[in-house]
């Protein structure tokens, strides 16, 4: 059962994520919309049906509120398939639980609004079934084998989606569902072997036998499942970290599970924190070191799931990589002006998506350019925040190519290097990007392409000058009366912020500037000390001063490194969220840009009614049959563009969030970072000064 | 003053001298100077413009009946302060160096204070009347004799020039001056280099607080996002505020100590220069003299003799008193920066741990924040 994305729509709350990862093979991809219903294809599993019903929704679900897509979908399916069957195993753990949470007010708190309607019936099901399912603990094993069964089956068809289509597509989402699925499989396995074995068939071909009748209920569990997503969670919680070191061993793991094990690992004890149910207990007893440790990742998201964009938000703030990349050896090629820096971009990753766990390869600075060139082509139309590369610079790069060994040109490369490195890190953070073949080749093809169009002087920038004086007209002339309160007050944030981040942006360039300035202060004044010491008489007093001008000196390079660690820590952090800023106007842009075509659209329609009363009116039938195709023509469109701009406004909303949870992060890291440093000099200080103190005292 | 009652003994106690209070009206500073009797716990609190400080510096150089006063090494007077010219800061800083930095004039103070503790403890200018009358009389010492001084001094600048580089007859006094004149040049880029530090610390912690400001701006309670990045502003705020006050305190360290030390060092080196000086232009004196002399006719040649012996007698009595002077002065030379050096140090030493300290709190919150 490819579980559904992490990422699910933007108002779907966190609660009815855990569900969709159980249902998903069918839900998901009504989740993640287009690209998801090809993943669905590339599975030819029993999943196939499920699927076919979900194309259709994911476009629905991005007109219509949310939820009731969900419950529908989850109807839907229950029956035909065989992977509903699995979900419903899944479910029946919860069931135990949720027997007793139904009752208790904090299940359904979270979710009310979405699911109100579909949920209130199946719910009321559950309650009456559920007990009897739950009545009986040992029972919960039975239901769990039914599952094991459909996990069994499961394993070819997540293993085979999830390799055939993580690759293909970039609904890494479902990579990860699988692995989860699969994961939990094999735990289930461990678990369960024997028992299990005898079950496995029985029950899912023939849904009429004992443990069938559990899964129906359960199936019907499932929306209510919705509303107290906790006990799903912390079942899946329970199972998953179990199944990490089975899962890290097999083949069949899809690569992005040592993520997921997270997610889950972090769902777990969020869940826990909100309701102290026996699950917790059941949790403990299974794998209490597992979840432990992603304890405190966890807490940082738990919040009570009360409005749908936080739930978003801490969808968001699940997903961490495990995949490092790292630029190093900047290596000056050729000579003279056609000189270029190539880098080594070494990737470590137990993704299993690459083909190795690590590997290098050389790439040049137009490279880099042209991933991003590759990347926005295909993505920026959807609405993804792409993370903008650093942009050439004629004047640094001359200096590098000229070629003298001045500390400037150094310094140039330093900073382009740690540049590229946050810009591929970023790239590959990006739950969507990360999954486009383009990043995949860039990291891992030996040879690359020659990216062109990028080396034309500066072309990079002079596109986007291009670019933005379009936008700027385009901007002028589009005045979008915004429905969306959230955009409305987004975009205004955005330019706010921009505004902000640049001052700072000064301020941290004179702080830097000051420090170097000390820096040099610093040195020239340890060195008129240690002049002065040469010529004292006093022996004492002129060792005394010459031990300053060491002191002097170490403090000269401290205040060095630190001048650096501002710089990069705050100065280039700061650039490149101002770059990223840009980037993130440039998706609102795409949204105006989408908004337009369905207005224009709907103007048209508008148009030809006009035309057809006209006829109508005048009487021409013949003519009216024309009219009134070209109305429904129109018509179609309208909705066509009013789903893209939905879809568009759906996406750019989550990147947004996604974006400022990255940012709210990366800069807590490199405050982190900054404070580790700060420390550290001091540190230096105190022992510099505790070895000074004593030949001070010791001048007779 | 140049009275026979010069010789009394000060009546006020040289350590207790302190400079405790400072008015300013308009282009004056009045400093109110307390001092306690000897033998006694009564205060004696007097206040003086810089005229009167310059008034006692002019009297010590004129005391008439100090044998060999020439060969004395005067305790430097920092120049004149100019408060008002506030708009010329560039130009006092230049100036006074380090005396003109720090809050309402401290170091200053600190100087004029120090000042007076070097004269009181000087074992033959203690002994002056003026300098008892300046520190117990309530009343103003005459400001008459200001001008003689400057022109002392001028005249003093443009001759040394010429005589500056005369060879001296005594190795000691050679090598001393040798010495002097390389020393007082160090000290003095010495100082101002370090007075370069400051500066920069001083515009560092501004900048730091420039930005921890700014980050203020970056607050907005829109979403849980924006919470948890303006969050994220605050603590950098706080943390920047606290590196801003690490930079003010390492900055009034180096000023309070060691750059106060560097200026009195360079200070006290001129001091001795001109000493040096004085007793070079008795040598070169002494020199015509003698070849006048030789040249001189018979019937005035006794009386030029006479004049020889006079002058030759001044001369080895300017020798002897310099060379106890400036064995006096190496000796508190030293002590002097040995404890600006130790002061100096501990304290740096006292504020990275206390900065130390409150970082590592700062990084212990910062950590905390991802588990909240």
Redesign the interface.
């Known amino acids: 059962m490819a579980a559904s994305s992490e990422r699910s729509p933007p108002p779907f709350p966190d609660s009815e994520e855990p569900e969709l990862l159980e249902d998903s093979d069918d839900g998901a991809d009504a989740f993640t919309g287009t690209s998801i219903s090809e993943m669905d294809s590339l599975s030819p599993d029993t999943t196939g049906p499920p699927k076919d019903i979900f194309n259709d929704p994911p476009e629905d679900i991005f007109s219509d509120p949310l939820s009731d897509i969900n419950s529908e979908p989850q109807k839907n399916v229950k029956m035909p398939s065989p992977g509903s069957d699995e979900a419903v195993d899944l479910f029946s753990d919860p069931l135990d639980d949720e027997a007793d949470v139904i009752s208790s007010p904090e299940v359904q708190n979270p979710v009310p609004d979405l699911l109100n309607e579909p949920v209130e019936a199946p719910k009321s099901d559950v309650i009456v079934e559920a007990p009897r399912d739950a009545s009986s603990m040992p029972v919960h094993k039975n239901a769990i084998a039914p599952r094991q069964q459909g996990i069994f089956e499961d394993p070819p068809k997540g293993s085979s989606k999830g390799s055939t289509a993580n690759k293909a597509e970039s609904a890494e989402l479902f990579g990860d569902d699988d692995d989860d699925d699969d994961e939990e499989d094999e735990e289930e396995e461990d678990l369960f072997k024997e028992p299990l074995k005898g079950m496995t068939k029985n029950p899912q071909p023939s849904a009429a036998s004992g443990p069938p009748v559990n899964v129906f209920t359960e199936v019907k569990v499932k929306p209510q499942v919705k509303d107290d997503p906790m006990d799903l969670f912390t079942e899946e919680a329970v199972t998953a970290p179990a199944a990490k070191p089975s899962a890290s061993s097999s083949s069949r793991t899809n690569g992005v599970h040592s993520e997921e094990q997270d997610i889950f690992s972090e769902a777990t004890v969020e869940l826990s924190l909100d309701s102290p149910h026996n699950d917790r207990k059941k949790k403990d007893v299974v794998k209490p070191s597992v979840s432990a440790p992603a304890a405190?990742?966890a807490?940082?998201s738990s919040?009570p799931p009360s409005k749908t964009?936080?739930e978003l938000?801490e969808e968001e703030s699940e997903d961490k990589f495990d995949l490092n990349i790292s630029v190093t050896n900047p290596e000056k090629v050729g000579d003279g002006m056609n000189a270029y820096m190539a880098y080594k971009v070494s990737t470590q990753t137990s993704l299993t998506m690459f083909r190795s766990k690590t590997f290098t390869v050389r790439r040049r600075f137009s490279d880099f350019l042209g991933l991003y060139e590759k990347l926005s082509e295909k993505h920026s139309q959807n609405g993804y925040i792409i993370p903008p590369p650093p942009e050439k610079s004629i004047l640094g790069m001359t200096k590098v190519k000229v070629g003298k060994e001045d500390p400037s040109s150094a310094e140039f490369v330093e900073r382009r290097r740690a540049a590229l490195e946050r810009y591929l890190q970023r790239v590959v953070c990006h739950p969507s990007l990360l999954q486009d073949p383009d990043v995949r080749e860039f990291l891992e093809k030996e040879e690359l392409p020659r990216a062109v169009g990028t080396q034309a002087l500066s072309g990079a920038g002079f596109l986007k000058m291009l670019n933005k004086a379009t936008d700027a007209v385009s901007k002028m002339t589009i005045k979008m009366n915004e429905q969306d309160v959230w955009f409305d007050?987004k975009i205004q944030?955005v330019e706010?912020?921009e505004q902000?981040?640049r001052?700072?942006h000064v301020?941290?360039e004179?702080?830097v500037n000051?420090?170097k300035?000390?820096s040099g202060?610093?040195a020239?004044?340890a060195k008129?000390?240690a002049?002065?010491g040469s010529?004292?008489?006093?022996t004492?007093?002129s060792r005394?001063l010459s031990q300053?001008a060491e002191v002097e000196d170490r403090i000269e390079q401290l205040h060095q490194d630190q001048a650096s660690n501002d710089f990069f820590t705050f100065s280039e952090l700061l650039a490149d969220y101002i770059r990223l800023l840009g980037a993130v106007r440039g998706c609102f842009d795409q949204r105006m840009k989408a908004w337009q075509r369905w207005q224009d659209a709907e103007n048209m329609l508008q148009k030809k009614r006009e035309a057809e009363a006209k006829l109508l009116w005048a009487n021409k039938p013949d003519k009216l049959q024309q009219a009134k195709d070209e109305i429904t023509e129109w018509e179609a469109k309208v909705t066509q563009f009013e789903r893209d701009f939905d879809r568009i406004s759906a996406t750019v909303q989550k990147d947004v969030?996604r974006f400022?949870?990255e940012?709210?992060r990366d800069?807590?890291r490199q405050?982190?970072k900054?404070?580790?440093s700060?420390?550290h000099s001091?540190?230096q200080?105190?022992k510099y000064?505790?070895a000074?103190?004593p030949e001070?005292?010791a001048?007779? | 003053m140049e009275g026979s009652s010069a010789e009394a003994e000060l009546s006020v106690s040289a350590s207790s001298i302190r400079i405790t209070d400072l008015t300013q009206d308009g282009d004056i500073l009045t400093f109110a100077i307390a001092s306690q009797k000897l033998n006694s716990s009564v205060g004696v609190c007097v206040f003086r413009a810089y005229e009167d400080f310059d008034w006692l510096q002019q009297s010590l150089f004129s005391q008439e009946n100090v044998p060999g006063i020439q060969g004395i090494i005067f305790p430097p007077l920092p120049p004149k302060a100019l408060p008002s010219q506030s708009n010329m800061q560039a130009k006092t800083l230049k100036q006074l160096g380090f005396l003109a930095l720090g809050k309402d004039w401290q170091g200053y103070c600190k100087a004029l204070e120090f000042y007076l503790q070097q004269v009181a403890t000087h074992p033959t200018l203690c002994k002056c009347k003026a300098l008892d009358s300046f520190l117990i009389n309530s009343e103003s010492p005459g400001k008459q004799r200001g001008r003689k001084g400057i022109l002392n001094r001028l005249s003093q600048a443009v001759e040394e020039m010429r005589k500056e580089s005369h060879k001296d007859v005594d190795n000691f006094f050679q090598n001393e001056r040798n010495?002097n004149t390389?020393?007082a040049a160090?000290?003095k880029?010495?100082t101002e280099?370090?007075l370069?530090?400051v500066m920069?610390?001083q515009?560092?912690a501004l900048?730091?607080g420039?930005?921890s400001t700014?980050?203020h701006?970056?607050v907005?309670q829109?979403?849980?996002?924006?919470v948890?990045?303006s969050?994220?502003?605050l603590?950098?705020s706080d943390?920047i505020e606290a590196?801003k006050r690490n930079f003010e305190k390492v900055a009034t360290n180096n000023l309070t100590t060691l750059g106060l030390g560097l200026d009195l060092e360079s200070r006290n080196q001129e001091a001795e220069k001109e000493m040096l000086f004085r007793r070079t232009c008795k040598l070169i004196e002494l020199e015509t003299v003698k070849k006048s002399t030789e040249k001189a006719k018979a019937n005035k040649r006794e009386v030029m003799e006479a004049f020889q012996k006079a002058v030759e007698k001044e001369f080895n009595l300017i020798s002897s008193v310099g060379k106890q002077e400036i064995e006096r002065f190496?000796n508190s030379r030293?002590n002097v920066?040995?404890n600006f050096?130790?002061d100096?140090?501990?304290q740096?030493?006292n504020a990275?741990?206390e900065?130390?300290e409150l970082?590592?709190q700062?990084?212990e919150a910062?950590?905390n924040?991802?588990?909240?």
Do not use: G
């Open positions: 405190p990742v807490s940082s919040k964009l936080e938000e007050e944030d706010n912020e902000q981040l001052k700072l301020m941290v004179s702080l000051h420090r300035e000390l202060n610093t020239v004044f008129s000390v002049m002065l010529s004292e008489d006093n004492a007093l005394a300053l969030i400022d949870k940012k709210a800069f807590k405050i982190v900054y404070l580790e700060l420390l001091q540190q200080l105190i000064w505790e000074f103190l001070a005292k001048i007779a | 010495k390389n020393i160090l000290s880029v010495a280099k370090l370069d530090v920069t610390e515009k560092l900048a730091c420039h930005f700014s980050l701006l970056c907005n829109d979403d849980a996002a924006a948890a990045f969050k994220v502003c603590k950098l943390i590196v190496n030293v920066l040995k050096l130790i100096w140090c501990e740096q030493l990275a741990k900065y130390a970082y590592s700062h990084l910062c950590r924040m991802y588990s909240e």
